[in-house]
Structure formats: structure tokens, C-alpha cells
């Protein structure tokens, strides 16, 4: 048995496993299988962005660059590599050859994420739409076009100091909701890019993200403008185990309906607030904004 084939064999065991005896998802460290063969490591020189591959220091005050995540793990240790030397070009490897669930047979390609490999903030949607199936990067149609308006109205652009991802990573046909078994299969790939890029927030955007992540069923017009805790195996940030998370409306639901705009700017103001409190150099930055 190959370790993807094990992979997946632990993956709907342990769903069975929840939906059976609890009925529903419970948090559990799950064994991952690692098959070198299967997965060999990606070239050093990895396409710009492509890979996650745009990365600063966190805050806004630092230099960009543009060489990949890896590469600078390596230089300076500043950004801690995964468990068993995993890293955000090999989860993005790994979510290009993936074949876990059905998506894979309808997709173009996969769509990892991209962004800064030191974020304040990991923006995590949906799943990817047409525009981001067909170039392979999260976010880049009219909904993304917006987000990247937001985030830059609180100093914040996937450039500097953001990751963009999905839950999901490969489109779904005709931009149905991810089914429950495609959201577990998925999930591997976030919860380890969470466990490297170590944001000091999390910003959800939109219902079927943020009622993922906080394995709930609440509506996201209740979910959102709050701060729900993000429990981290790793205790990497400074609040004990957890990393600050914060539900919106998906920029999509803005276009659709204007009346979400404003408490849009709300949570986007909260946001703002919190990073002041956690980043010194976030905080000079968007003073008097
Ligand atoms: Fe694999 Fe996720 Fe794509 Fe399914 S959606 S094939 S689990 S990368």
C-alpha cells in the first residue's frame, strides 16, 4: 500500500470513526504516511507566487522579496518549517498532485494559496472558483479583485504581510458547496500550511470557511465581527495554544448583496484593531488610518 493510499484509508476511517460514534468531527491528530517516492521535494527555483512563494518579514515595515518560502527557511531560520522538514512548496506540490477526493477528476489544477510565509493574517475562503482553477491561484476573479481591495484599505495585501488559501483546493463543478467528505479529505493540506506560516490571525471569509474551521453550524451572519479561538496543536502564538480568528462575509457575498458592505468594513475595522494590539509594526504603520 502506498502512503497516499494509507492516507486515505486513515482519513475515512476517522471520519467514519466521528460520524458514527459522535456524530460529528472531532479534533484528533491523525497519522500522516510519508512516501518520499510519491511525493519527491520541489525544485528550489519554484515559480513566483505559484508556489507560496512571495514572502516578507511579518509587519509592514519589511523589504519584499520574491525568493520562494523554502529558500528563506533555509537562510535564516526565521520561518519554522513543519513537522519532518515539511514545507509551503511541498504542500503546494502535494495539493497539484492530489487525487484524495472527487474534485480532482472536474478541476483544472489545484489551487494551494499564496502570500507571505510569515503572515499577520492567512485569509482562508472558500474554494477555488473558475478564474482561480484556471490560473492556479486563490482569489484573482472579481470576489478577489475586492479582497485585495479590503485588505489593503488596514495595510494588509498578500504580498506583504497575507497568505490567501481555501479550505478546499480544487474547484468544485458549477461552484457547488464543498460535501462534508471533500472538506475532511482537504483539510490536511490548511491545518499543516496554519502550523507553518503561524499567523497571528485568521481572517474567514464566508460561512462555509468559518463554519469549517470552527466546526460549527451557526450562520455566518452570527459568526461574523467576533473573535473565536483557533486552537493550534503547536502553541506558536502567544495566547496558549490558540491563534485569534475571525469570521466575515466572503467578498462574492458583497457583490451580490451591497447591504453586506458595511458590516464588511466593521469586521475589517476589528481586524484592524487586533493586529495593532499583536504587531508594534502594524500598529505605527496604520496609525491614523
Ligand atoms: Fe485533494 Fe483537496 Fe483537491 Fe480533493 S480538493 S483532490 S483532497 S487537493
Known amino acids: 500500500m502506498t502512503a497516499e493510499e494509507k492516507n486515505k484509508a486513515a482519513l475515512f476511517l476517522d471520519l467514519a470513526d466521528d460520524y458514527l460514534l459522535d456524530g460529528y468531527r472531532r479534533p484528533r491528530t491523525r497519522a500522516v504516511f510519508e ?27 519589511g523589504q ?64 477555488p472558483g473558475a478564474d482561480e482553477d484556471a490560473s492556479g491561484r486563490p482569489f484573482v476573479g472579481k470576489a478577489g479583485q475586492l479582497l485585495d481591495r479590503m485588505l489593503d484599505s488596514i495595510g494588509l495585501s498578500r504580498r506583504k504581510n497575507c497568505f490567501i488559501a481555501n479550505v478546499v483546493k480544487c474547484r468544485p463543478p458549477q461552484n457547488r458547496d464543498p460535501m462534508p467528505d471533500e472538506l475532511v479529505f482537504c483539510s490536511r493540506f490548511l491545518k499543516r500550511q496554519i502550523e507553518m506560516l503561524k499567523p497571528k490571525v485568521i481572517l474567514c471569509a464566508g460561512r462555509i470557511s468559518a463554519q469549517t474551521m470552527l466546526r460549527t453550524t451557526t450562520g455566518i451572519g452570527k459568526l461574523r465581527g467576533r473573535f473565536e479561538p483557533y486552537p493550534t496543536e503547536d502553541s506558536f502564538d502567544e495566547s496558549g495554544g490558540s491563534t485569534p480568528l475571525l469570521p466575515t462575509y466572503h467578498p462574492s457575498a458583497l457583490l451580490r448583496d451591497g447591504s453586506y458592505k458595511r458590516p464588511a468594513w466593521e469586521d475589517l475595522k476589528t481586524l484592524r484593531a487586533k493586529l495593532a494590539e499583536l504587531d508594534d509594526n502594524y500598529a505605527r504603520e496604520t496609525a491614523g488610518q
Open 35 to 61: 512516501d518520499s517516492a510519491a511525493f519527491p521535494a520541489p525544485e528550489k527555483a519554484a515559480e513566483p507566487l505559484a508556489g507560496n512563494s512571495r514572502e516578507t518579514p511579518r509587519g509592514t515595515g
Open 64 to 127: 519584499t522579496q520574491t525568493q520562494p518560502a523554502v529558500a528563506r527557511e533555509e537562510r535564516d531560520g526565521e520561518a519554522s518549517p513543519g513537522a519532518g522538514g515539511d514545507s509551503l512548496e511541498k504542500v503546494a506540490e502535494e495539493v497539484r498532485r492530489c487525487d484524495a477526493c472527487r474534485l480532482c477528476e472536474t478541476r483544472t489544477q489545484g489551487v494551494p494559496g499564496e502570500g507571505a510565509a510569515s503572515p499577520l493574517v492567512l485569509v482562508v475562503g472558500e474554494a
